[in-house]
């Protein structure tokens, strides 16, 4: 396994962000744009980003055929987050990105999305308190379970940290936010 540091992965790694972003959102749709977000990939990935992503994922020609894109060694991220009082773990596959915490898997973004044990936004937002906090905020959105009374503020927090993050030009930031809480 090739672990990963948090700092490999702060908001400078474009690359690895756009790739999360397109992989980690695969399933999102907008009625109102009426597009998914791979119809969008031509504005979130850039030159060089997919060689990026494979390399850092293992992808290779033929790995979904072989073993469905899981990998007995992936690269992963281990980080411990003090207001939870838990490690993270996140491995990223060629085929699925899957996350623990304190060894148990609370689920996987990809093909085959689940969340088994959703995080409220109470706890994906009190990540924010931790150090890394933007980017732990990002890793763990996907596994959110998002109640109707929370949709106003997370979808606010949520602009405002990307736009910050800097890791797309605003009119692709307003795309993204849509499309995540549609």
Partial sequence: MDRVRIEEIYFDNKPFWRGYFLIGYSECYCEELDMSIWDMEEE????GD??????????YEGIIDECDGYLDEPTYLEVYIGTMDKTL?????????YYYLDGAEIGNIGPHSMTLQPLS?????????NKNGDIL????????????E???EA??????RLIAAA??????CEKLVRMVFS
């Fill in 44 to 47: 979130i990935i850039q030159a």
């Fill in 50 to 59: 997919w060689e990026y992503w494979n390399e850092f994922t293992g992808w």
């Fill in 89 to 97: 773990k996140i491995e990223f596959h060629p085929g699925d990105t």
């Fill in 121 to 129: 936004f109470h706890t994906i937002k009190s990540l924010l308190d």
């Fill in 137 to 148: 905020f990002f890793l763990l959105f996907p596994m959110i379970d998002l109640e109707e």
């Fill in 150 to 152: 929370n949709r106003a």
């Fill in 155 to 160: 979808c606010k927090l949520f602009q405002d």
């Fill in 167 to 172: 890791i797309f030009d605003g009119e692709l």
